[in-house]
C-alpha cells in the first residue's frame, strides 16, 4: 500500500510540475506575442513621425548650412527618438548634418518601395545595415538615418536582453535588420507582419529561456508547493479509498464467512394475464444486526475483487432451496440470476449449479441467466463456449439493461440470447418529450426482427405497462408490480388483479 501511495503522490507531483512548465510557457508565449504585436506598430508609428519631421524641414537647396540649421536638425533628430542623424547631400556630397558622425554615402542603396515613403539603406562591412529614409529636392536630398529599434523601443521590455530580432521591410531588394543575437538559447519565436498600403514590415521576435523565465506565473519554488499540495491531498484521497477498498473486502470476506448474502426476489408479471412468471433474484447483504446492505454498496466491490463467484454461489444455495419452498421446482416459473464475464471464464458456475440442481431436485429451466451488457466480455468466444453447456442443459440466457452498453447486438449474435431486458433509463422516457423514447421503440423493434423476447424493467406506472402492451410489451418487472423482497413475503406473493384488464 505504501509504495503504490508513493508512486501516486510521484506520479501526481511530477504531473502538476510537467503541467505548471507547460502553463508557464504559454504565458510567456502570449506575451511575447503581445510585444511583437506592440513593438512593430510602434516602429511603424515611428516611421510616420520620421517622414512627417522629414517633410517639415525647408527645401534641402535653399538652406544654408550654419549654426542654426545644425541646430535645427539636431532638435528634429532629438525630439523623434527614431531619427538618428539628419543629413543634407548635394550631389554626392554631405553638406549639412545633424552630428557630426558621417553617413558613407557610397554603399547608399535606394529601395524601391512602392510607399510614401522613399526608403534606402547602407551595408556596413560588418553586416550591420543603417536604414534611411529620404527625401528628394532635385538634385539635393535630405537623408535621414533611422535606427530600427533604438533602446527606447525596447525598453518596454524589462527583459530586453533576453529578445533578439530580425526585422524586414519587404521591397526591392528588402531591407533586413537583426538584432546581433545576443542569445543562442533562443527557446521560442513570434513573427508578426503588418501591411500598411504598400509598405510590408515583419518582425520575428525570439525569445530566450531567461524571457520564459521571466513571464512564467509560477516560480520554481511556487510549482513545487503547488505540486506538493495537489499530489498530498490526492494521494490521501487514494489512501481513504484504496483502504476503504480493502476493508470493503475484508468485510465481505467475513460476510461470506457468516453467511450473510441472502437472495431477494423480484416477480416478473404477465401484463395481459396478470400471472407470475419468472422472478430476478437479486442479492442482499443483511448484517447480523438485520440491516439490509443493498447491492450498489458491495455488487461494485465484490466483482472487482472476485469475490462475486463465492457470493453468487452462498446466495445460490438458498435460492435453489427457494425455488424448492415455493414449489416451482417444475419450472414453470423461472428465476433469474444475475451473472458477470467472470462466471463465463471457466466451468465453475456450471457445476456448481449442475450439483445444484441435483441436489434439490430442480428442472434446470427453474434457472435462467442474465448477463449486463454494461460490463464488456473480453473474450466472447471463449464466453459463447462456456455457455454451451447451460444451454445443453435447458437454461437460457437474458441480456440486462440492453440499450446502455457494450456491443448489445454483438453479444446476441455471438452469445445466444434468448430475452432482452429493457432497462428502466429508456422506460421512463415513455410519454415524456425525449430522444430517448426513439431508442425504447428501436429496442423494441430490434427484439422483433430478432425473434428475442422482452421484459421491460423498472416499470413504475400503468401508463407505462399501457404503452408496452401496445408495442407488444407484455412481460413487466416493476415497482408497478412488486419491489425486490424475501423468501418469506415470496412464498405467499399474489399478484393484484391483472391491471390492464381493469
Ligand atoms: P439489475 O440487474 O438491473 O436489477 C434491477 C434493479 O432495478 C434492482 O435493483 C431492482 O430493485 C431495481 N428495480 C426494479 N424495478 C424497479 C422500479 O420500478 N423502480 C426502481 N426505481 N427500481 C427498480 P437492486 O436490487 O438494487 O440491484 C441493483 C443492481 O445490482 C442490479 O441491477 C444488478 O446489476 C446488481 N445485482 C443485484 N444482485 C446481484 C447479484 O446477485 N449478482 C450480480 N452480479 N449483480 C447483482
Ligand atoms: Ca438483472
Ligand atoms: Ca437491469
Known amino acids: 500500500m505504501k509504495r503504490v501511495i508513493s508512486l501516486i503522490f510521484i506520479g501526481i507531483f511530477s504531473a502538476c510540475l510537467i503541467m505548471v512548465n507547460f ?3 504559454f504565458f510567456a508565449e502570449q506575451s511575447l506575442k503581445r510585444d511583437a504585436e506592440q513593438l512593430l506598430f510602434q516602429f511603424h508609428d515611428a516611421l510616420n513621425e520620421a517622414n512627417l519631421a522629414l517633410h517639415e524641414l525647408p527645401d534641402p537647396e535653399q538652406v544654408q548650412c550654419n ?15 527614431a531619427i538618428r542623424n539628419l543629413t543634407i547631400i548635394h550631389g554626392q556630397d554631405q553638406y549639412c548634418s545633424s552630428s557630426a558622425i558621417e553617413i558613407a554615402i557610397e554603399d547608399y542603396k535606394e529601395h524601391a518601395i512602392d510607399s510614401e515613403y522613399d526608403l534606402a539603406s547602407i551595408q556596413h562591412l560588418n553586416k550591420s545595415a543603417d536604414f534611411l529614409m529620404v ?7 535630405y537623408i535621414m538615418s533611422i535606427n530600427p529599434f ?17 526585422f524586414t521591410i519587404h521591397g526591392e531588394p528588402e531591407l533586413i535588420f537583426s538584432s546581433a543575437f545576443q542569445n543562442t538559447n533562443q527557446v521560442i519565436q513570434y513573427q508578426v507582419d503588418k501591411t500598411e498600403g504598400n509598405l510590408k514590415l515583419s518582425l520575428v521576435l525570439h525569445a530566450s529561456q531567461d524571457f520564459v523565465n521571466y513571464y512564467k506565473e509560477l516560480s520554481w519554488f511556487a510549482a513545487v508547493l503547488f505540486a506538493t499540495i495537489v499530489a498530498s491531498v490526492l494521494s490521501i484521497i ?15 470476506h467475513d460476510a461470506l464467512k457468516y453467511n450473510e448474502f441472502t437472495p431477494y426476489y423480484q416477480p416478473i408479471v404477465d401484463s395481459r394475464s396478470g400471472k407470475l412468471i419468472g422472478v430476478e433474484m437479486l442479492a442482499r447483504w443483511i448484517k447480523k444486526d438485520g440491516s439490509v446492505i443493498p447491492p450498489y454498496q458491495f455488487i461494485p466491490y465484490a466483482e472487482e475483487s472476485g469475490l462475486i463467484i463465492d457470493i453468487t454461489e452462498q446466495i445460490l444455495i438458498k ?20 451473472i458477470v464475464p467472470e462466471h463465463l471464464s471457466d466451468d465453475r458456475l456450471f457445476h456448481f449449479m449442475q450439483g445444484l440442481i441435483e441436489k434439490e431436485s430442480l428442472a434446470a429451466h427453474c434457472f435462467s441467466l442474465e448477463i449486463t451488457e454494461r460490463r464488456q466480455i473480453e473474450d466472447l468466444e471463449n464466453a459463447k463456449h462456456r455457455l454451451y453447456p447451460f444451454y445443453k442443459m435447458g437454461m437460457n440466457l437474458k441480456l440486462d439493461d440492453a440499450g446502455t452498453g457494450y456491443g448489445g447486438f454483438s453479444y446476441v449474435q455471438e ?31 430490434f427484439a422483433n426482427t430478432s425473434c428475442l423476447s422482452t421484459i421491460a424493467e423498472g416499470v413504475e406506472s400503468m401508463e407505462q405497462v399501457q404503452y408496452l402492451a401496445s408495442k407488444g410489451v407484455f412481460n413487466i418487472q416493476g415497482y408497478v408490480y ?8 415470496m412464498q405467499f406473493w399474489q399478484p393484484k388483479a391483472t391491471h390492464l384488464e381493469r
Not at 241 to 251: A, I, N, P, V
Not at 482 to 489: I, R
Open 23 to 25: 502553463f508557464n510557457h
Open 67 to 81: 549654426e542654426a540649421t545644425q541646430t535645427r536638425l539636431a532638435q528634429s533628430s532629438f525630439d523623434n527618438p
Open 135 to 141: 527625401r528628394h529636392h532635385g538634385d539635393s536630398k
Open 150 to 166: 533604438m533602446v527606447n523601443y525596447l525598453a518596454e521590455f524589462a527583459c530586453s536582453n533576453c529578445l533578439d530580432y530580425t
Open 238 to 252: 487514494s489512501y481513504k479509498l484504496l483502504t476503504r477498498r480493502q476493508s470493503m473486502q475484508h468485510m465481505i
Open 319 to 338: 435460492t435453489a432451496a427457494d425455488i424448492n419452498r415455493f414449489g416451482w421446482n417444475k419450472g414453470l416459473i423461472f428465476t433469474s440470476i444475475n
Open 415 to 445: 452469445l445466444g440470447i434468448s430475452t432482452l431486458k429493457i432497462d428502466k433509463m429508456f422506460v421512463d422516457t415513455i410519454n415524456q418529450d425525449d430522444i430517448k423514447s426513439q431508442v425504447l421503440d428501436a429496442i423494441i423493434n
Open 482 to 489: 412488486a419491489k425486490p423482497m424475501a423468501a418469506q413475503e
